[in-house]
């Protein structure tokens, strides 16, 4: 009978650390207890080396907890009180802050790492990292983890990252909150968040407020390699207005993303003080590419002032669409001196487009585009700047290029340099094959560059003009000849034909 108590104990026991266990850190605890709810330790240090690999949680209690560099193993959990109770910090010894600090992986105050892609099956919830005043290099550093969840955790006040995400797989980040925690020099940025050589990330209800550096950035990323999968969804990113790089002549970037393509990448749903800027590196993998749509950039906001712009899209497959462009430079653009090709550009509204030189809502500025749709889309000028809407420049050739169904509002009461364009081909930029057909242009001349051209209207649009922009402000009135004047393109519509414009009469 003995014998068998004894093999029903070491078979409960090997259960119990199946299923895993549940270990406890409290500030008033201590390292020589054994970690449970009762007999808590004191520091989650002690725990992450007393404890192994396995399906394991960490519970830490409120309080402030200073903690030495912290290797959390495969399928160990950690579980803080809440963002506003349980504070940790670093321990002197991890502080690291030089001028130069460069990526300094081996810096970061808590660490999922493995040598190669491992099944993580674990998490990190609840509690906030404090960097002591940018004391510390890195919140959250994860390399060839799998299946990892950051949720409702806050890093502020570090000098280089918040949260780095390294060669990751299959992993979320929820209700992250990042407070002043990228690092910036002329030469180069570092981004509070940082997603590179990952796939199938979601990072949603986010709030990124950075005063230095970018918002979001993959640091790290290999050449050649796909930004594949990454979903950046409901959150908020507000950035300086005013960047470090090229000596503070550019305005800072809240998303910048290089990569060889960009499958089944998406965001949406969020509001943007500034420019998300997409990059293509010299050897390109085509493919079905990013979606950026339902967005807000708010340039003309009370951060940023105007001092920015909205999109560099020096890509090739991109969609834009349903979002509110407010104010900026310039809306949409390539920067990049090769041609990009298959952007759909649709049911976007743009608004206040503004510089002291020449601009335009969507521009190639050097390497021309290729097979570009532009459809069913509202934008509105103002002021004295002068903006055209489509431009082509620097002697480079642009082709099969379809503008559509897009509704154009000339509200300027003079203009700066000279009137503005529907379509402006600037310093020797050439154009083949450029289809127009369905637009209404309000006080704007429909130009003379070379194409086909049909069912374009010069009218008053009889929008709303009530309410806030974009909507309803810029819904077609009962009476409006936007009304089903567009040409069908593929996207949804009621009545007997699209309407011409973003938005659908009700």
């Not at 404890?51 to 959990?77: C, D, N, Q, W, Y």
């Not at 600090?101 to 040598?115: M, Q």
């Not at 799998?146 to 929820?174: A, D, P, Y």
């Not at 900026?328 to 002291?356: E, L």
């Amino acid at each position: 009978m003995k014998n068998a108590a004894i093999l029903i104990f070491v078979f409960l026991s090997s259960a119990r650390c199946a299923l895993g266990a549940d270990y406890y850190v409290t500030a008033d605890g201590s390292d020589a207890g054994s970690g449970s709810k009762n007999s808590p330790w004191k520091s989650l240090y002690h725990a992450s080396i007393t404890i192994s690999a396995g399906s394991h949680t960490i519970h830490i209690g409120p309080g402030i907890f200073i903690e030495k560099r912290l290797m959390i193993p495969p399928g160990v959990s950690i579980a803080g009180a809440g963002k506003s109770t349980t504070i940790i910090k670093p321990a002197p010894a991890l502080y690291y802050s030089p001028a130069q600090p460069g990526f300094g992986t081996d810096k970061f105050l808590i660490n999922f790492v493995s040598a190669q892609i491992t099944n993580g099956n674990q998490s990190i919830r609840n509690l906030t990292i404090d960097g002591s005043e940018k004391k510390l290099h890195g919140g959250i550093y994860l390399e060839k983890r799998s299946n990892v969840t950051i949720e409702n955790v806050k890093v502020q006040f570090v000098n280089f990252c918040g949260v780095w995400l390294m060669g990751c797989r299959n992993s979320n980040v929820k209700g992250l909150d990042l407070k002043d925690c990228a690092w910036g020099s002329s030469a180069w940025c570092s981004g509070a968040l940082q997603i590179a050589n990952c796939e199938n990330i979601d990072v949603s209800g986010f709030h990124i407020d950075e005063g230095r550096g970018y918002g979001i950035k993959n640091l790290g990323q290999a050449e050649n390699t796909a930004f594949s999968k990454i979903k950046i969804h409901d959150g908020r990113i507000s950035v300086s207005p005013k960047g470090l790089w090229n000596n503070g002549t550019a305005p800072n970037i809240t998303i910048e993303v290089w990569g060889s393509s960009f499958s089944g990448t998406e965001i949406y749903n969020c509001y943007l003080d500034n420019h998300i800027s997409l990059v293509n590196y010299p050897v390109i993998q085509r493919s079905v590419g990013v979606k950026i749509y339902n967005n807000v950039f708010d340039i003309l906001g009370p951060r940023a002032k105007g001092d920015g712009y909205c999109i560099e899209l020096s890509i090739h497959d991109a969609e834009v669409y349903n979002n509110w462009f407010n104010g900026g430079s310039t809306a949409i653009v390539n920067w990049g001196d090769r041609q990009m090709s298959n952007w759909k550009i649709h049911h976007n509204t743009f608004y206040g487009v503004s510089s002291i030189y020449p601009t335009a809502i969507i521009t190639s500025y050097k390497g021309g585009l290729k097979d570009i749709f532009i459809v069913n889309n509202t934008a509105e000028t103002t002021g004295s700047a002068t903006v055209n809407f489509v431009e082509f420049n620097n002697g480079a050739l642009s082709e099969n290029i379809h503008i559509k169904n897009n509704l154009i509002i000339n509200s300027n009461s003079s203009y700066a340099h000279y009137p503005n364009r529907f379509i402006s081909l600037e310093k020797g930029a050439t154009l083949k094959n450029l289809h127009v057909s369905n637009n209404l242009l309000y006080k704007l001349d429909i130009g003379r560059v070379a194409g086909t051209y049909s069912g374009n209207l010069a009218t008053d649009p009889k929008v709303s003009r009530t309410g806030p922009r974009p909507k309803p402000y810029y819904v077609p009135a009962a009476a409006s000849p936007l009304i089903d004047k567009g040409v069908d393109s593929g996207y949804p519509f009621s009545g007997k034909g699209p309407d011409i414009g973003a938005f659908e009469h009700p």
